[in-house]
């Protein structure tokens, strides 16, 4: 079972940056990953997610251009770098692991493992 963590959250002003990164405790081999974040009231949404060799990338239309996501495979760890930050990118950020393949790469049903979370707050 892999196990993962989530971390680099905080508080930051609008127009700024922060990278958040997710450690996995065991294999993530061949498997995509994903960045998705749910806001308070508001269902989790899709943010970005990138195969496993890396060179297959996919984003929210709301942080393209903005956010940028990335892998280690070395050290079982995706980053997502987010600059230009806005208000409205507030949200608790989660990464997974995508488990089912008879859902698209952007619906949350296809990933398992979820982290815990890290919290990003933007202030306007």
């Known amino acids: 079972q892999v196990q993962l963590v989530e971390s680099g959250g905080g508080l930051v002003q609008a127009g700024g940056s922060l990278r958040l990164s997710c450690a996995a405790s065991?294999?993530?081999?061949?498997?995509?990953m994903g960045w998705f974040r749910q806001a308070p009231g508001k269902e989790r949404e899709f943010v970005a997610a990138i195969s496993w060799s890396g060179d297959i990338t996919d984003y929210a239309d709301s942080v393209k251009g903005r956010f940028t996501i990335s892998r280690d495979n070395a050290k079982n760890a995706v980053y997502l770098q987010m600059n230009s930050l806005k208000p409205e990118d507030t949200a608790v950020y989660y990464c997974?692991?995508?488990?089912?393949?008879?859902?698209?790469?952007?619906?949350?049903?296809?990933?398992?493992?979820w982290g815990q979370g890290t919290q990003v707050t933007v202030s306007s």
């Open positions: 065991g294999r993530t081999f061949g498997r995509h």
């Open positions: 997974a692991r995508r488990m089912r393949l008879w859902y698209t790469t952007s619906s949350a049903r296809a990933y398992g493992s």
